[in-house]
């Protein structure tokens, strides 16, 4: 299995067959493909054949038929989830850092997930609790499971065994499991809060992740319904990336504004 993030980072990392490639234009446009003996990459500057990338070391630069010069380059886990086909609206990179930190998700950890939705968080957390730790991640929808499942084979190249993928209501899981860690990004995780009040472990954390206010709102009331969360944080993520090009020296003319409010909560020791 080719798994990129378990790799030796001493190891001269070279392309294999099957594996996620960027490759970046000479105008900084990226483009992800999958590498396959026999295809080729074919953009509006000609083509590169797969074969002429496979073997070589990331980061190489290769050229195009028409003599675009591209580098080359194993995605980062960013580059994977923005670059990605998206089925459900995925958790954005900028996001994701805070909900791995905050959320506190470690190597060795249960953690349940839901929606499982394109897999883009999937990947995320997945890569962080590792071998040692297990990864529930449930969805209601078979359609969005069966994209998740694609895409976190393309990510992993092979589903991990310590990734579970559920099609069902994550409440259940939540029952069942008794996870370390919940994370939720889905529209009602309100209704999921009674449930991991009474099964989460004692100092989990809860993490929500929501687009609008009235939904944050309702999260709180929840909360304080249940009675035994405490030291909970609400925040949002703004990232704002910077042009640095001779003296022009000023913030990106745009960048992503709203994408949604994150809710940090520990579970208290004892029933609800
Ligand atoms: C916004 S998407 C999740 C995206 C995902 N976090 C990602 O990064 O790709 C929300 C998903 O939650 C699923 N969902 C909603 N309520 C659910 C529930 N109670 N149990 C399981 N899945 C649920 C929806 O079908 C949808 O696919």
Request: with cysteine; aromatic share 6%.
């Amino acid at each position: 299995m080719r798994f990129l993030s378990a790799r030796d980072p001493n190891e001269i990392v070279k392309f294999e067959a099957g594996d996620q490639c960027m490759l970046i234009d000479p105008k900084d446009r990226k483009y992800l493909v999958q590498l396959f003996p026999g295809s080729q990459f074919h953009f509006h500057r000609g083509f590169v054949p797969h074969d002429e990338i496979i073997g070589l070391d990331s980061g190489s630069t290769v050229e195009s038929s028409a003599g675009a010069k591209l580098t080359a380059l194993h995605p980062r886990l960013a580059d994977f989830v923005l670059k990605m086909k998206r089925g459900a609206q995925v958790v954005y990179p900028k996001d994701m850092g805070h909900i791995i930190i905050w959320g506190d998700i470690a190597p060795g950890q249960t953690v349940v997930e839901a929606g499982t939705g394109s897999g883009a968080l999937t990947c995320a957390l997945g890569r962080i609790i590792g071998q040692s730790g297990h990864l529930v991640s449930v969805e209601r929808r078979e359609d969005h499971a069966a994209h998740a499942a694609k895409t976190i084979e393309r990510f992993f190249g092979a589903i991990p065994q310590w990734i579970e993928l559920r099609i069902g209501e994550v409440v259940d899981a939540v029952e069942e499991v008794r996870p370390d860690r919940v994370v939720l990004d889905l529209p009602e995780p309100f209704a999921v809060v009674p449930a991991v009040a009474a099964a989460m472990q004692p100092g989990g954390v809860l993490t929500t992740y929501v687009p609008t206010v009235p939904q944050l709102q309702l999260i709180q009331d929840a909360l304080d319904e249940a009675g035994t969360f405490a030291d909970v944080t609400h925040l949002e993520v703004m990232q704002r990336t910077w042009n640095v090009s001779g003296r022009s020296v000023r913030p990106d003319h745009r960048m992503i504004g709203h994408t949604g409010f994150l809710t940090f909560a520990r579970k208290l020791a004892g029933a609800p």
